[in-house]
């Protein structure tokens, strides 16, 4: 069996945890945040929305499953570090090519076990979230207290333009295309597109800086607002795109899609306490009363206070009741606090999607 080196998880309230290295050695930092799912380790890894990132999953018992090379949203891993309490020793699946182990080896992934977690949690969830630093080489806590002055917060950092790809990518899986849609990508998944490639679309993923004329000029028929990282606000470029295509084309948001409309629709954003993250978020639909049992990871929400009377909650999260999904029928607007396309999660709110295509089509036939 393999010997684990001494590892630390230091907190920016002083509070420090000792566990066991997990993956490889080395100093990591970033916001922590918790992850209530069971399962989705690997898609939540490579979810570009957990850049800047440490997570801890509440879950016990970790890797069960191992890792293989389809159950990924993206081509790397952009968590930060990963914290989990117990790693399992077998992978069992016949899916899997390598162990939880070896997939945080593979991506450079330093990580830490062997701590409380729970304890952990329910420090967050108290005191609210906080940077942190994972680091199996530093065990001085005046060190480790130094080095945490020099991380920045989340709130006001942009980190779209860190995770977006640099050059527009066209996507497309038919030669019948019935629909094409301009994605703004500030950190998108790999399953938000290939859900609308079932469509028959043609899909063409732009930098999250692009100018709304460069959308326009593609002639889309509807516009998506991907999800991201990052503080919403400090990503006026995007807002300013976005308030120059309202009411040009139809529009849909998720996660950071949906709070950079909200944004351009004038409303305002702030901080979570903790934020959501996990797979088994309650979110009830106002308009037809059912709930949904949604995947989450969202550090920041909209103020429904601060929405414009045009504008309408479509969807709130039963947790806390902050602002889910929202709609702006005169624009041909919409958007949801929350991911649709799962990855991991249940495929309650699937339909969202088939709401994008609908809108498009009425959309056409206004022509």
Same mark, same amino acid.
């Given at each position: 069996?393999?010997?684990?080196? @001494?590892?630390?998880?230091?907190?920016?309230?002083?509070? $420090?945890?000792?566990?066991?290295?997990?993956?490889?050695?080395? =100093?990591?930092?970033?916001?922590?945040?918790?992850?209530?799912?069971?399962?989705?380790?690997?898609?939540?890894?490579?979810?570009?929305?957990?850049?800047?990132?440490?997570?801890?999953?509440?879950?016990?018992?970790?890797?069960?499953?191992?890792?293989?090379?389809?159950?990924? =949203?993206?081509?790397?891993?952009?968590?930060?570090?990963?914290?989990?309490?117990?790693?399992?020793?077998?992978?069992?699946?016949?899916?899997?090519?390598?162990?939880?182990?070896? $997939?945080?080896?593979?991506?450079? !992934?330093?990580?830490?076990?062997?701590?409380?977690?729970?304890?952990?949690?329910?420090?967050?969830?108290?005191?609210?979230?906080?940077?942190?630093?994972?680091?199996?080489?530093?065990?001085?806590?005046?060190?480790?207290? @130094?080095?945490?002055?020099?991380?920045?917060?989340?709130?006001?950092?942009?980190?779209?333009?860190?995770?977006?790809?640099?050059?527009?990518?066209?996507?497309?899986?038919?030669?019948?295309?019935?629909?094409?849609?301009?994605?703004?990508?500030? #950190?998108?998944?790999?399953?938000?597109?290939?859900?609308?490639?079932?469509?028959?679309?043609?899909?063409?993923?732009?930098?999250?800086?692009?100018?709304?004329?460069?959308?326009?000029?593609?002639?889309?028929?509807?516009? $998506?607002?991907?999800? #991201?990282?990052?503080?919403?606000?400090?990503?006026?470029? #995007?807002?300013?795109?976005?308030?120059?295509?309202?009411?040009?084309?139809?529009?849909?948001?998720?996660?950071?899609?949906?709070?950079?409309?909200?944004?351009?629709?004038?409303?305002?954003? +702030?901080?979570?306490? +903790?934020?959501?993250?996990?797979?088994?978020?309650? !979110?009830?639909?106002?308009?037809?009363?059912?709930?949904?049992?949604?995947?989450?990871?969202?550090? $920041?929400?909209?103020?429904? =206070?601060?929405?414009?009377?045009?504008?309408?909650?479509?969807?709130?999260?039963?947790?806390?009741?902050? !602002?889910?999904?929202?709609?702006?029928?005169?624009?041909?607007?919409?958007?949801?606090?929350?991911?649709?396309?799962?990855?991991?999660?249940?495929?309650?709110?699937?339909?969202?999607?088939?709401?994008?295509?609908?809108?498009?089509?009425?959309?056409?036939?206004?022509?």
């Amino acid at each position: 069996m393999q010997k684990h080196k @001494k590892a630390i998880l230091y907190l920016e309230d002083g509070l $420090f945890f000792t566990g066991k290295s997990l993956g490889s050695l080395g =100093e990591t930092s970033g916001e922590v945040c918790f992850n209530t799912g069971m399962t989705g380790y690997q898609e939540i890894l490579t979810d570009p929305s957990y850049a800047k990132q440490m997570i801890a999953m509440c879950s016990p018992h970790i890797g069960n499953y191992g890792s293989n090379d389809s159950d990924i =949203e993206s081509s790397k891993v952009y968590a930060t570090g990963f914290i989990i309490k117990s790693e399992s020793l077998v992978a069992s699946n016949w899916r899997s090519t390598a162990s939880l182990k070896e $997939f945080l080896k593979a991506h450079n !992934v330093v990580g830490i076990q062997d701590i409380d977690t729970r304890a952990l949690t329910v420090h967050i969830r108290d005191k609210g979230a906080m940077n942190g630093i994972i680091s199996t080489r530093d065990f001085d806590i005046k060190s480790l207290s @130094k080095k945490m002055k020099k991380i920045p917060s989340m709130e006001g950092l942009d980190l779209a333009k860190e995770v977006s790809r640099k050059r527009k990518t066209i996507l497309s899986t038919t030669n019948k295309v019935k629909y094409k849609i301009a994605v703004i990508d500030y #950190g998108i998944k790999s399953n938000i597109y290939n859900i609308m490639l079932e469509y028959d679309a043609e899909i063409s993923i732009f930098p999250a800086s692009v100018s709304s004329k460069q959308i326009l000029d593609y002639n889309p028929d509807g516009i $998506f607002l991907s999800n #991201g990282p990052g503080d919403p606000a400090a990503i006026d470029y #995007g807002i300013n795109t976005v308030q120059q295509l309202l009411g040009k084309k139809p529009i849909f948001g998720i996660c950071l899609g949906h709070q950079i409309l909200a944004l351009a629709l004038n409303a305002r954003t +702030f901080k979570m306490k +903790f934020g959501h993250r996990g797979i088994n978020q309650p !979110v009830k639909n106002l308009k037809n009363g059912k709930i949904e049992i949604t995947s989450q990871n969202h550090g $920041f929400a909209v103020d429904e =206070e601060s929405l414009p009377s045009s504008v309408v909650v479509t969807h709130t999260h039963l947790n806390d009741n902050t !602002v889910a999904g929202i709609e702006c029928k005169s624009l041909q607007a919409y958007s949801v606090q929350y991911h649709p396309e799962s990855s991991p999660g249940p495929h309650d709110s699937r339909y969202i999607f088939k709401q994008f295509f609908q809108m498009m089509d009425k959309n056409a036939k206004k022509k």
